[in-house]
């Protein structure tokens, strides 16, 4: 799936990895996945049966980051760079969800009364611990890609 994304980004857009296109195509990929959890999240909600939706797009979104780290580096070990690069966008997912939640759930005391949504029911409290941990690994696939510069891409063990 990987590779079919990269040959459809260079068909549009006529640049390889190395002009930074494969960071574009990981920042919009996993847009598309936090849309997709987000629809999962609306389904379950209306009782239909979203939640398997949400888990897809929470591990496709895992998936998609580590095949295309592997197609990056191979089995090499992160230098000092890769792993600064690594932590720093991990800590923005985690604190860009934590902070979202927090809101939700401050606001939540406000306006539950006026048709906040909050889940009441099991499955939709699964799907939103699904959806919230998703949520951190594609902010932090989206924090990665951002922060990773276009030579980075096109780097190999040999270079």
Request: proline letters at 2%; glycine letters at 10%; one cysteine or more.
């Amino acid at each position: 799936m990987i590779t079919r994304m990269d040959r459809i980004a260079i068909v549009v857009t006529g640049q390889d990895a190395g002009t930074g296109m494969a960071r574009r195509v990981s920042i919009l990929a996993n847009l598309l996945f936090i849309a997709a959890g987000l629809a999962g999240l609306v389904l379950t909600v209306q009782g239909q049966n979203g939640f398997w939706l949400v888990f897809v797009a929470m591990v496709a979104a895992g998936s998609y980051s580590g095949v295309l780290e592997y197609q990056q580096r191979g089995m090499a070990p992160r230098d000092e760079r890769e792993w600064a690069v690594f932590w720093k966008a991990m800590a923005i997912g985690a604190f860009v969800s934590c902070v979202l939640v927090g809101l939700w759930a401050m606001l939540l005391g406000s306006f539950a009364d006026q048709g906040m949504w909050y889940p009441d029911r099991s499955e939709e409290w699964q799907a939103a611990g699904v959806f919230i941990l998703g949520l951190m690994v594609q902010i932090t696939n989206i924090a990665k890609a951002w922060m990773t510069p276009a030579y980075a891409a096109a780097l190999g063990e040999e270079d």
